[in-house]
C-alpha cells in the first residue's frame, strides 16, 4: 500500500517538473521573446559642398606661334582683255594680328593698254589691307590703294582709292600661302579720281567695282 502511494507522489512530481519545463520552452520560443537584431547604422561621411568648377578656358593657338609662323605671303592677280588690257600682279604679305584678323600690305604693277586711246603704259603703286573673318568661308575687307598712273599731256599723278568688299574663301592647308579669296571691292573714291584737262576717268580698272582673285 505504501508503496503505490510513493509510486503516485514519484509520478505527480514528475509531472509537475515536466510541464514547468515545457511551459519555460514555450515562454523561450515565442517570436514577441526573441530578441531582435539591432540594424547596423552606417555612418556616411559628410558631404563637402564644393564649389562649381569652372571650365578651363582654352587658349588660342595663335598665342603660341613664334612670329615667322604668323606670317602669310602670297599674291593678287587681275585679267582683262579687249579695247582695254589690264594685266594687274601685285604681290602681298599678311601677318595674323588676331584669329580672325590679317592685316598686310602689297605691291601693284599693272600694265593697261588702250586701243582706244592708242597708247600703252605701266600703272605702279602698292596698298595696305585688313581682312576680318566673319564665318569660316566670308571674309569683310578694307584696303587702301595708291596707283601712278598716266594723264593727259604726258604727265603722271597719283590716284587713291579707298576700297570695301567682301571676299569668299577656300582653305589651302599650306603654311604661307593660307587660302584662295575671291574678293569684290568697291572703290569709294572712284569719281572723284578725273583728269583735270579732259574731265575723264583715270581709275586704270574703268569701273568703281574692282574683283580679284588673292592667294594669301
Sequence with gaps: MKRKILLSC???ITLAIKTTVF???DEYYRPDTVKKERPVRKEMPPVEDKAPV??????SDLKNLAFKERIRLGGSFGLSFGTITNVNLSPMA???ITDKLVGGVGATVMWFKS???GYNTINYGGRAFLMYQIVPVVNIIA???TLNVPMSYQRRTWLSSPMIGASYSQPTGGKLIRAVHFTALFN???NNQIDPYNQENLSPYGSPFVFRVTFL
Excluded: D, R, T
Design 10 to 12: 514519484l509520478f505527480i
Design 94 to 96: 599678311g601677318y595674323q
Design 143 to 145: 584696303e587702301y590703294e
Design 115 to 117: 586701243k582706244y586711246f
Design 54 to 59: 569652372e571650365p578651363k578656358k582654352v587658349e
Design 23 to 25: 511551459a519555460q520552452n
Design 188 to 190: 569709294v573714291n572712284y
